[in-house]
């Protein structure tokens, strides 16, 4: 089992950037494409962005896309979520996850899941 712990959470506001971590331990991280997950309060979790395990292929939710980058080192056993331009409706529970490939993953097929890291908007 892969245990995650996520971080980097904060208050922001409109336009704002930010950076997210997932640091893994447990099992061998590389081995797993990995993610992040959103629930906005009153919805459900919603995909946000995948990489595979050797970082050649991405996904991102329309949403996101040119303005959120998904990057992991496995050597450091940790997954990034750079978030730049970020909008009221980016804010929520930002959820580290992971799963045995990315196209099930970003599907919803994670297999696990860290507790989330919190992104509110202060305006």
């Known amino acids: 089992q892969v245990q995650l712990v996520e971080s980097g959470g904060g208050l922001v506001q409109a336009g704002d950037s930010l950076r997210l971590s997932c640091a893994a331990s447990?099992?061998?991280?590389?081995?797993?494409?990995m993610g992040w997950f959103r629930q906005a309060p009153g919805k459900e979790r919603e995909f946000v962005a995948v990489?595979?395990?050797?970082?050649?292929?991405?996904y991102y939710a329309d949403s996101v896309k040119g303005r959120f980058t998904i990057s992991r080192d496995n050597a450091k056993n940790t997954v990034y979520l750079q978030m730049n331009s970020l909008r009221p409706e980016g804010r929520g529970v930002y959820y580290c996850?992971?799963?045995?490939?990315?196209?099930?993953?970003?599907?919803?097929?994670?297999?696990?899941w860290g507790r989330g890291t919190q992104v509110t908007d202060s305006s």
């Open positions: 990489i595979s395990w050797t970082s050649s292929v991405t």
């Open positions: 996850g992971g799963g045995t490939s990315s196209p099930s993953l970003r599907d919803g097929g994670g297999r696990f």
């Open positions: 447990g099992r061998t991280f590389s081995n797993y494409a």
